[in-house]
């Protein structure tokens, strides 16, 4: 995984970011040079880079890595999968679930890729519905299955923290392509995402 090591991040970006971070913390009435604080620009240029690693890494050439003949016909369903991405209004978190589901079409993929290509998509500056259709499309794309089925719950933390200030609001967004755009295999996957057996 990217950005384990703290000589992994981009020396360019990274030197930039502190200086813009140092800059923040003196407009928001605080003191970067105060001891708490010395280190916290490269904290946060560090993290900010982790949270946004999404746009170095491909989602087709990971699906791909673990692409299998298997002569499969069942839907193949991989749900709470936690995931964790930054609304591109406020750059704030949203964190939630998402429910992932294929029906093969002579390929199958390793089970991980598919909470990886949740990964890929949710370490960017995302709206819920865009990192869904991102998802299914990267699976239909690569897969070529009869059908994806994609769902994410999510709690977004600018209507807690900050405006509205709702705590218990949940968004549940999806996106559906072939086989589950039909009412019945639909409901087989939202059954199987709603029960507790495991
Ligand atoms: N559709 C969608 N909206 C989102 C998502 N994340 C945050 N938002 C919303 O983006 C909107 C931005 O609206 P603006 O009116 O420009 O921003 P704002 O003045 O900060 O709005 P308030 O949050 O209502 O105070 C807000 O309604 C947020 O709730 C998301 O993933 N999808
Ligand atoms: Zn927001």
């Known amino acids: 995984m990217a950005y384990t090591r ?3 991040y981009d020396e360019k970006i990274t030197s930039g970011l502190i200086e813009t971070y140092r800059s923040a913390l003196s407009l928001l009435g605080e003191d970067p040079n ?3 604080l010395t280190k916290t620009p490269e904290r946060m240029a560090k993290a900010m880079q982790f949270l946004t690693q999404g746009y170095s890494l491909d989602a087709h050439a990971i699906l791909n ?7 499969v016909s069942e839907m193949i369903i991989v749900k709470d999968i936690e995931l964790y991405s930054m609304c ?9 679930k998402a429910h992932v589901a ?3 079409n002579g390929y199958i993929t390793g089970l991980s890729k598919i909470a990886r290509v949740v990964d890929v998509f949710a370490r960017r ?4 519905e865009r990192l869904t259709t991102q998802i299914r499309d990267a699976i239909k794309d690569t897969l070529r299955p009869l059908g994806v089925a994609v769902v994410i719950e ?3 933390l600018c209507m807690m923290m900050r405006g509205v200030q709702k705590q218990n609001s949940v968004t549940t967004t999806s996106a559906f392509w072939g086989e589950f755009e039909k009412n019945e295999t639909r409901s087989e ?4 995402i709603s029960s507790d057996l495991h």
């Open 189 to 192: 996957f939202t059954k199987l």
């Open 102 to 104: 294929y029906i093969p």
């Open 125 to 128: 500056l995302q709206v819920q």
């Open 88 to 96: 591109e209004h406020h750059m704030l978190p949203f964190y939630g």
């Open 65 to 71: 890595s673990a692409k299998f003949h298997e002569n």
């Open 154 to 156: 999510a709690s977004h």
């Open 6 to 8: 703290s000589e992994e």
């Open 34 to 36: 105060r001891e708490g």
